[in-house]
């Protein structure tokens, strides 16, 4: 069962925070995504990705030369061909490189119902769950080889876990949305992943992981854009009330989509995690522009997400060379800087995607 509360959805994960006393109605549903039969491939489907968004700081083995680094890794299936996207993003120099390697092995399996995902070709990745720990966070460890980002030796940990463990993020509260027709895409999210390990750098210099935030989406459809479709705005973001999400201290994390037609948005989706580990889900806000980077690609953006008490997060890139091609397509996808969130001093980092210029 899950309820929904003037505009809020408690995902059913057996604990309910809800923000307002009054309840609209109740009822039952069943979920179009089960777990964990669902982290699997689903070959029926034309396009599958498993994608992972990380942020790390991390300095030389010996302490010195801070920096952090940004990656995108999205093991991918579309239309037949497997591939590996993959970047790295360094905040100290703003350099930024991305490829994707095409036509390799793609291995996605259930082992003792725990997720493994294989790409072995001219590059590698392997992203690999492990057995919970004993408070029920989910673990992962994530390793290979890419020219973009150098050697990956990385834990992801959940870092907040309520009693009995926390439920995946079920965008449309069900896990299917509409994106190009209604109800056409199955798609949920793991996020508050902390990060350890090491990085051997595309200079070779070993680095080790001071703290980092990943956060994890598995997503799969069929259909094709409609001709009046233009694009979309989706942003996911870890926040806190210190000074960063790199210190310590409690996470909570957010994200937002919106499908963008030449008659305005549609389909608004958000799902959050809380501090104490709760899920909501839900529909509504929107995304406003504040400004452009020559390319045209947005460069500080609004969200309104106030049906679920963030206020107005302002997403800030980090910089504006960000923009991966993936065959005629070209999509902007910055770290970014998040503030604003309510009026308690949280602050955020996180990702803005989007193929739409100015």
């Given at each position: 069962m899950r309820i929904q509360v003037n505009g809020y959805f408690g995902l059913t994960d057996g604990s309910f925070s809800l923000a307002d006393p009054k309840c609209v109605r109740s009822f039952s549903i069943l979920p179009s995504v089960v777990f964990p039969k669902d982290h699997a491939a689903h070959p029926g489907y034309s396009n599958e990705w498993w994608y992972l968004n990380?942020?790390?700081?991390?300095?030389?083995?010996?302490?010195s030369n801070q920096k952090d680094l940004g990656y995108l890794?999205?093991?991918?299936?579309?239309?037949?061909?497997?591939?590996?996207?993959?970047s790295r993003f360094d905040n100290t120099t703003k350099s930024f490189a991305q490829a994707t390697a095409g036509g390799g092995k793609l291995s996605v399996n259930l082992i003792n119902n725990l997720l493994q995902v294989n790409y072995s070709g001219s590059v590698y990745m392997v992203l690999k769950e492990q057995t919970p720990l004993a408070n029920g966070a989910k673990q992962f460890t994530l390793t290979?080889?890419?020219?973009q980002m150098g050697t990956l030796n990385l834990v992801l940990k959940e870092r907040t876990v309520k009693s009995g463990g926390n439920t995946p993020l079920l965008w449309g509260c069900t896990g299917r949305?509409?994106?190009?027709?209604?109800?056409?895409?199955?798609?949920?999210?793991?996020?508050?992943?902390?990060?350890?390990?090491?990085?051997?750098?595309?200079?070779?210099?070993?680095?080790?992981?001071v703290a980092g935030k990943a956060?994890?989406?598995?997503q799969w459809f069929s259909s094709l854009p409609a001709s009046d479709w233009k694009g979309h705005y989706w942003s996911s973001f870890h926040y806190t009330?210190?000074?960063?999400?790199?210190?310590?201290?409690?996470?909570?994390?957010?994200?937002?989509?919106?499908?963008?037609?030449?008659?305005?948005?549609?389909?608004?989706?958000w799902v959050k995690r809380n501090f104490n580990g709760?899920?909501?889900?839900?529909?509504?806000?929107?995304?406003?522009?504040?400004?452009?980077?020559?390319?045209?690609?947005?460069?500080?953006?609004?969200?309104?997400?106030?049906?679920?008490g963030l206020g107005n997060p302002q997403g800030i890139a980090f910089s504006s060379n960000q923009v991966y091609t993936v065959g005629p397509k070209s999509f902007f996808e910055p770290s970014a800087y998040f503030s604003g969130i309510t009026n308690a001093g949280y602050t955020g980092l996180g990702f803005l995607e989007t193929g739409i210029k100015n």
């Open positions: 990380l942020l790390v700081r991390t300095v030389e083995i010996n302490g890794i999205s093991f991918s299936r579309i239309f037949g061909t497997n591939g590996l996207l993959s290979g080889t890419t020219p949305i509409s994106v190009f027709n209604p109800l056409d895409t199955l798609y949920y999210s793991m996020p508050d992943l902390d990060i350890t390990g090491t990085i051997t750098d595309v200079n070779k210099v070993t680095r080790k992981v956060w994890f989406d598995h009330t210190g000074s960063s999400v790199y210190d310590s201290g409690a996470h909570a994390a957010a994200a937002f989509v919106t499908q963008i037609f030449t008659s305005g948005p549609r389909y608004n989706y709760s899920s909501f889900c839900g529909g509504g806000g929107e995304v406003a522009i504040n400004s452009y980077s020559p390319g045209g690609y947005p460069t500080n953006w609004l969200f309104k997400f106030d049906q679920l």
